[in-house]
């Protein structure tokens, strides 16, 4: 049984293995040498011949480990030439330059050539975040020569790089990208007029009124109820809808955005029992289902809230100790603008900055309520904020009367330092 194998009592043929010539050739140099190095033939199923070599000695593995010499690479492109980047405007930081002309210098062997080109930022898109350099070189010059000195120009909020909850090495990006993502999917301050004929702007304030009850009701965090107005509006922009289902649209949103920001949402129920079961289970399944499918299931958007944090922690930077009645006051003239139609021709990162505008002029009067940091962080200048600034303080005056009073009781409270009661001066041009 020369060409079977046994396996488990049974015999498998095993297919003969042609003899070629380089077998043969193989099998003829076959020798066995004083030092035992022996070399074998192995075949494989497709009659391919490997050789093993002899046993290579240490000096020899050693040279065939060592890395291989390589030629070097002297010019790899069509035209020889250096290159030298010359930063001729703007300001550049440790990773790329920002808003600066760079100009490319080519020199050849025999001729020099040059390229330029000019990065500029979209005239629709905030700036993007220089780099962590928190100072401004100028020179000076002393006795014939000229020395370097570094002022200080802000304050870096983002050097608490210890607290991973501060995300202090990707907030200026963030930042940025949520700043790109508030141009995206505004609702026009006039879609009361072009879209709704049933719906005025007066409902909508009692509306939003309501829900900061309700939001004080359920212990929801702000997040909730600025994502509620958010979805509210950019609803209302895009569909008519009857006087008679707009509560329906607001527990709706309430609870679509409970379910995005909070740990425990409360349930359908509960938002029916909170209209007195006005409306059923069932309708406002039917009314989500219809939200969702107008938001195509993409809820998120940056909220005034949002930014206002982080221009609140450039705001207490300058602070020795952080003012609670500044952070409070902020927030409080912050969630003011939600009950008025009028403020969605600001953008959110706007509202957020003149509120903070407004909460450091009401506080205090002795110094200018914008500085450098201030402005480095939100990117814009103080005469940028004066229309939003003015618009806000009347909000906080109430100058035009308005009734909806939720929010002024809600930040009358202590817990929230009475801030509802502070009245703010008349601001003067020379703050822009």
């Avoid at 920002?98 to 001729?111: F, P, W, Y």
């Avoid at 700036?127 to 006795?143: A, D, M």
């Avoid at 508030?182 to 072009?194: G, I, N, Q, V």
């Avoid at 039917?286 to 940056?302: A, N, R």
Wanted: charged share 25%; proline share 5%; aromatic share 8%.
């Amino acid at each position: 049984m020369g060409n079977e194998k046994a396996v488990s009592g049974n015999t498998i043929p095993l297919h003969p293995r042609p003899i070629t010539r380089a077998l043969a050739r193989a099998s003829s140099n076959l020798t066995t040498s004083s030092e035992g190095a022996v070399a074998t033939t192995l075949i494989n199923n497709q009659g391919r011949v490997l050789r093993a070599n002899s046993k290579r000695t240490a000096s020899d593995d050693k040279n065939a480990n060592a890395p291989k010499r390589r030629a070097v690479l002297n010019d790899i492109t069509n035209v020889a030439c250096e290159n030298k980047i010359q930063i001729k405007k703007g300001r550049a930081s440790s990773s790329r330059v920002t808003n600066a002309e760079v100009q490319v210098v080519c020199k050849g062997t025999n001729e020099a050539s040059s390229c330029s080109f000019t990065e500029k930022p979209s005239s629709k898109l905030p700036p993007r975040p220089p780099g962590r350099s928190t100072s401004t070189v100028k020179r000076i010059c002393v006795g014939g020569s000229s020395t370097v000195a570094s002022i200080p120009k802000f304050i870096d909020i983002d050097s608490d790089v210890k607290d991973h909850l501060l995300c202090s090495l990707y907030a200026p990006e963030i930042h940025y990208n949520m700043r790109v993502a508030e141009l995206k999917r505004r609702p026009s301050p006039d879609f009361m007029e072009r879209t709704q004929r049933d719906v005025t702007k007066t409902m909508r304030g009692i509306l939003v009124d309501w829900l900061v009850e309700v939001s004080e009701e359920y212990t929801l965090v702000p997040d909730t109820l600025y994502l509620t107005v958010y979805l509210i509006d950019w609803f209302l922009h895009g569909n008519y809808i009857e006087r008679q289902r707009l509560q329906l649209l607001g527990v709706t949103c309430m609870l679509i955005a409970s379910k995005y920001e909070e740990i425990y949402a409360p349930r359908i129920e509960e938002f029916c029992f909170i209209t007195d079961n006005t409306y059923t289970r069932d309708q406002v399944l039917e009314m989500e289902s219809q939200v969702l499918k107008h938001f195509s299931f993409q809820i998120y958007t940056p909220t005034s809230k949002t930014f206002l944090r982080r221009f609140l922690r450039a705001a207490q930077a300058s602070h020795v100790m952080p003012s609670v009645e500044m952070e409070f006051l902020a927030n409080y003239l912050t969630e003011l603008t939600l009950v008025e139609c009028e403020f969605l021709k600001f953008l959110p990162s706007v509202i957020a900055a003149s509120a903070v505008f407004l909460a450091k002029w009401t506080m205090n009067q002795s110094s200018h309520p914008w500085n450098a940091t201030l402005e480095h962080y939100t990117t814009y200048k103080a005469s940028d904020l004066k229309a939003c600034v003015q618009a806000l303080q009347e909000l906080q005056l109430n100058t035009k009367g308005c009734p909806l009073n939720s929010i002024r009781m809600k930040y009358k409270q202590d817990k929230f330092k009475s801030v509802a009661v502070f009245t703010s001066p008349e601001l003067p041009d020379r703050l822009f």
